[in-house]
């Protein structure tokens, strides 16, 4: 086994690895780059040492500074994480050229799977079965045109060097596809440097499922059982889950199968993930090898209680398989979610800034929390916005899926915009709970999961006895160092001779005044008695207690209870089911004017490059027209006119890098 080991990567990942080194006594060290000096891997590791600027292109996909570290650190190994150089089979070269260990798969398994057009050629000859298509290298527009035709639509346009959901496009018919062919080979080439593309048939109400194998030095190859994926948006997995809801025991076992003949055929050595894409009738095609390991791979640990990372390591130091497949069983049911610092309601609009707040649940035998920030600190504009991932773990299905539920009621996140809101209404969906989602599903329902447009009056009195009990509590903490802390009057809570006063209160649901909703309520009463009148009703509390985050309450004679917390800018309630975020209306001084001047106006909504301008001066447009395509955080992002116009000025050329809130384009007043 080895001493020493680098990792080569940032964020959960590096922290993750981390963990299991040290627990078998390995020395690691880690590398940074500007934007992550104070990052949590770098605290966690034995040593860290800085690679770069802060754009991945500069450092953590700069091979040569990572394998000069090595050297100068005495590391046997690198440890690639996901993502990055991963997958990169010059960097596995480069690595063992240097005398040290890669912990993956060798370049040579990494060259046969890291084209997808290669791929699928390479499987149909190993007899596993794929979808029809096009993966010729002949990639003209007029070729690719025909060959859709006559695969026939709906169609799938990919990246055929590419991963992780970039580039690619579902085409319905033939019209759309020329311009669908354009941005996918352009956002391609953005990601992966390659512009390649292949065509496949569209399968109708997918599943996508993959299997969690691994191989040794020595000819081994086994597979520990599948992870279901099939709740995506834009081809992006939102939740993981073991063991699939779908799969039969027979077709389970024909899966694992096909898996492990794909891997035989690459001689694939360490972790790899095989995808397959899986119709409703039964009929499972392979759509890739992954050849590293993924970021769901901690529901696959769970159910099988093995640490996947430890065997990575052995692998790469020359063990067999620690494991036969007859030695290999499931417990249970696991499933994952990914937090991410993003904001659904505005398209999932990829977030930054400093985490003011993060509460996350206490890890216990049935719920983990794999993370590599802490409160404090700073999601970055670099790298992917990951937060944390969530997994659970318990006897069945459905107890799994309340232990979500509850895990994410747990969470807490104030700074840059998430989607916990989404996921906790993505876990109680029927798609979700009757086990029946596929891979289209959100795209086509997404309403289904977004913010509701009316907010749950029990969620808003409870925010209000949550203010008020905070200001009460306040004011007595503020009178208890007067003069008189005995005296009502000394004590601002309401209290009135004879009745309670009368207290205005006011908040806005949403991050800004401009679109956020304002919300009034009337109180009258103190010490937790309330008589609170919202939209012209009036509803009575009684006995509302505020202790250790949680209110209790009789609500309109009924008790209830919410987790509650609450400080002068902001309160959070939650009901088991659903959360509600409520800002002080105080906290804002944005003049209305401010709205009305937004009209005319086109901004970046984070920082990135602009990739595409297609408007000029003069030109007439509509509501919805795009206007630019700028790229952020390895998406691109149409920005569209926000009302019927004549553009007035562009501010952006192509390539260029602005930054968030920049004004690129105006329209005629």
């Known amino acids: 086994m080895f001493n020493t080991i ?5 964020g959960e990942i590096a922290c993750r690895v981390i963990r299991t080194a040290r627990r078998l006594g390995i020395r690691t060290i880690a590398v940074y780059s500007d934007a992550d000096a104070d990052a949590q891997h770098t605290r966690l590791a034995d040593e860290a040492h800085h690679i770069g600027g802060p754009r991945p292109q500069e450092s953590y996909l700069r091979g040569d500074a990572i394998i000069e570290v090595a050297k100068r650190t005495g590391a046997q190994a690198i440890h690639p994480g996901y993502g990055f150089l991963s997958e990169n089979a010059d960097f596995a070269d480069a690595v063992e050229a240097a005398g040290i260990a890669f912990i993956g798969p060798k370049a040579a398994s990494m060259r046969k799977m890291g084209s997808k057009a290669g791929a699928k050629e390479l499987m149909a000859a190993a007899g596993v079965p794929v979808v029809p298509g096009y993966t010729g290298a002949d990639q003209s527009p007029d070729l690719l045109q025909r060959e859709a035709d006559k695969i026939g639509y709906p169609l799938m346009i990919k990246a055929a060097h590419g991963g992780g959901g970039k580039g690619m ?22 990601a992966f440097g390659r512009d390649r593309v292949l065509l496949e048939r569209y399968i109708e109400q997918p599943r996508h499922i993959e299997i969690q194998i691994f191989g040794d030095s020595h000819g081994g190859a086994i597979h ?10 834009r081809y992006q997995k939102v939740l993981e889950e073991s063991p699939s809801p779908f799969l039969t025991t027979e077709l389970r076992a024909k899966m694992g199968a096909a898996a492990v003949q794909a891997a035989h055929a690459i001689d694939y050595a360490n972790a790899g993930t095989v995808e397959f894409i899986v119709a409703q009738s039964g009929d499972f095609y392979f759509m890739e090898i992954n050849t590293r390991l993924q970021v769901e791979h901690p529901v696959t640990e769970e159910v099988t209680g093995l640490d996947l990372v430890e065997w990575q390591l052995r692998i790469a130091a020359g063990e067999q398989l620690p494991l036969a497949q007859a030695q290999i069983t499931q417990t249970g049911h696991a499933i994952e979610v990914r937090l991410y610092a993003e904001d659904p309601d505005a398209g999932f609009l990829p977030g930054s800034g400093t985490l003011q707040t993060l509460r996350l649940p206490t890890p216990s035998r049935h719920v983990r929390v794999d993370s590599g920030v802490i409160e404090g600190d700073t999601v970055s504009i670099f790298y992917d ?10 006897e069945d299905r459905p107890r799994a899926l309340a232990r979500m539920r509850e895990a994410l009621a747990a969470c807490e996140i104030v700074g840059p915009k998430s989607n916990i809101g989404f996921l906790e209404r993505l876990t109680r969906h029927p798609a979700v709970t009757e086990g029946r989602i596929d891979t289209g599903y959100l795209d086509k329902h997404l309403d289904e999961f977004l913010s509701p447009a009316a907010l749950d009056a ?51 649901h949403g991050e800004t005044p401009v679109e956020g909703r304002r919300i009034e309520l009337l109180a009258h009463g103190y010490a937790g008695n309330y008589r609170i009148t919202l939209d012209g009703a009036a509803h009575e509390l009684s006995g509302a207690r505020l202790q250790d985050g949680v209110l209790s309450l009789r609500l309109d004679g009924a008790m209830q209870r919410f987790h509650a917390s609450a400080d002068a800018t902001r309160v959070l309630v939650h009901d088991g089911r659903q959360r509600l975020r409520l800002n002080a209306v105080e906290v804002y001084r944005r003049q209305a004017a401010d709205a009305d001047a937004a009209e005319h106006r086109i901004r970046a909504p984070m920082p990135g490059r602009v990739v595409l301008v297609q408007a000029k001066p003069g030109d007439a447009v509509n509501a919805g027209d795009v206007l630019l395509v700028i790229e952020a955080m390895k998406m691109e992002l149409a920005l569209k006119a926000p009302r019927d116009g004549v553009v007035a000025e562009v501010r952006a050329t192509a390539g260029e890098f602005v930054e968030a809130d920049a004004v690129l384009a105006t329209l005629e007043q």
């Open 6 to 10: 680098l990792i080569a990567n940032r």
């Open 169 to 190: 496009r579902v085409v319905r018919e033939s019209g759309e596809f020329a311009a669908h062919l354009e941005s996918c080979q352009r956002e391609a080439a953005s």
């Open 224 to 233: 520990l059982g599948e992870r279901e994926c099939s709740a995506q948006r």
């Open 385 to 394: 916005p990951m937060i944390a991932k969530l997994i659970v773990w318990d």
């Open 458 to 508: 029990n969620l808003l009195l409870a925010a209000a006895a949550t203010r008020l009990l905070v200001q009460e509590a306040d004011a007595r903490k503020r009178a208890a160092g007067s003069s008189d802390p005995g005296s009502p009057w000394g004590i601002a809570d309401g209290w009135r001779l004879g009745h309670g006063g009368a207290r205005q209160l006011a908040f806005a």
